[in-house]
Nanobody, 115 residues
């Protein structure tokens, strides 16, 4: 069983920045893919950014140019760097790791963008 521990959520003003972290209890050398999703109240969970096999990185159109998804394999940690935040970025953010046939979710910290 793999646990994903997220940190870094909070309240930020529009235009501000925030960094989320997702630390895994298993090393990432054999990971298949990793991603960040978000879910706003009353909306379905949506993909924000993902690193897929071959280290291809994909971003949702809504966050392109504002979010990045770096990782530190030595620390088994995936990050989500968010900048130029907008009120519509308010959501619960979940990390998602895929090891072979098994998928794991983080607990989902709240990110609130409000003045």
């Amino acid at each position: 069983q793999v646990q994903l521990v997220e940190s870094g959520g909070g309240v930020v003003q529009p235009g501000g920045s925030l960094r989320l972290s997702c630390a895994a209890t298993r090393n990432m050398f054999d990971i298949y893919s990793e991603a960040w999703y978000r879910q706003a109240p009353g909306r379905v969970r949506e993909l924000v950014a993902a690193i897929t096999p071959g280290d291809n990185i994909n971003y949702a159109d809504a966050v392109k140019g504002r979010f990045t998804i770096p990782r530190d394999i030595a620390k088994n940690t995936l990050y989500l760097h968010m900048s130029a935040l907008k009120p519509e970025d308010t959501a619960v953010y979940f990390c998602h790791f895929h090891y072979g046939p098994h998928a794991y979710w983080g607990q989902g910290p709240q990110v609130t963008v409000s003045s």
